[in-house]
């Protein structure tokens, strides 16, 4: 088949590569979003898919909205078969869905229909999932709600963050996204209706989310830390000033400790919780380098009244 690659962060790399590896098929150009600022100096960047189609010699194209008259137009005249999606970030009208014959097919990164939306990894790992998963699915104009070609499972391990469990989701989907590309052109798959029970939503996780609330129980503090990492960045405050925080651990022992209390040792930072203390592992102080939670203890030189906030 004829295929436009929608899709914009390196989550979409696995997949791309896959389609442009596959025999069967031909990328024939990528949509992807502007290019934007990234990094300390703020540069302009394209996206790694641009990055990776422009290393393939393969056209691409940036619609403000995927919706301008241009883009339409343009592809329009490319003449897809299909349009797989892998994390594009831009909604689609009805006139640009309506272009391939095949339309346009999603790889998402949850068992549809739980955690419909922006952030599906991270709920699954805020919410404490055992089993998450992906689906390629046909787009429809209601959020994720189109009907289901494929699935495949993945055990959200205990000590998973976000970013550790979408790269394997990323890698194994990108095996299921070709495989349906090939189902579809062969007649052989039918997309089937989500059920109507068991929708949840996975709104995108912003900044203020993402501030550890030790009021909260143990678990909770943990699934938190490992579900805003590595964005949109877990984070505390200690002595008024923003302290960011890598993956914790709950504590094998310790004496009981009030919310936010901290006690350190020669080898472990411990902080209290609504339950029973966690472990730092990595912190990050305002305008500082990472460094482990035992070398940063050492430095502040914790006092009693000391407590993360």
């Given amino acids: 088949m004829r295929l436009v690659f929608a899709g914009t962060p390196e989550t979409a790399l696995p997949s791309l590569r896959a389609l ?23 540069k302009v960047h394209p996206s790694p898919v641009a990055q990776l189609a ?27 078969d299909c349009c797989p999606v892998v994390a594009y970030g831009a909604l689609l009208p009805q006139s640009a869905l309506d272009i391939p ?21 991270q709920h699954s790992v805020l919410h404490g999932d055992e089993i998450t998963g992906a689906c390629t699915f046909q787009i429809v104009k209601e959020l994720d ?19 550790a469990l979408l790269e394997r989701l990323a890698q194994s989907g990108a095996g299921l996204l070709a495989a ?9 798959l039918e997309a089937r209706p989500q059920p109507l029970d068991g929708v949840s939503y996975a709104a995108k996780l912003t900044v203020d989310d993402a501030r550890v609330d030790w009021s909260a129980p143990a678990m909770r503090v943990d699934r938190l830390v490992r579900a805003c990492t590595p964005a949109p960045g877990p984070w505390t405050e200690f002595r008024g000033q923003r302290v960011k925080l890598g993956p914790v651990r709950l504590a094998p022992e310790g004496g009981p400790l009030a919310p936010g209390e901290v006690s350190a040792s020669k080898t472990a930072v411990l902080v209290g919780t609504a339950t029973h203390p966690v472990e730092l592992g990595e912190v990050q102080p305002q305008g500082k380098r990472l460094m482990s939670a ?15 906030v």
Avoid: M
């Fill in 101 to 121: 014959r095949f339309g346009w097919i999603n790889l998402h990164f949850s068992l549809l229909p739980a955690w419909r939306g922006a952030a599906p990894v």
């Fill in 294 to 308: 035992v070398d940063w203890a050492r430095g502040v030189r914790l006092t009693a009244e000391d407590r993360l």
């Fill in 54 to 80: 422009e290393e393939a010699g393969i056209e691409v194209l940036r619609p403000a909205k995927a919706g301008d008259p241009e883009f339409l137009a343009r592809l329009t005249e490319l003449a897809p």
């Fill in 145 to 163: 709600a189109g009907p289901v070609y494929g699935v495949l499972t993945e055990a959200v391990r205990p000590d998973d963050t976000s970013g």
């Fill in 180 to 188: 349906t590309l090939d189902g579809v052109e062969d007649g052989a």
């Fill in 20 to 42: 442009l590896d596959s025999p069967r098929h031909e990328v024939v150009a990528v949509v992807t979003r502007p290019d934007a600022q990234s990094g300390r100096g703020r």
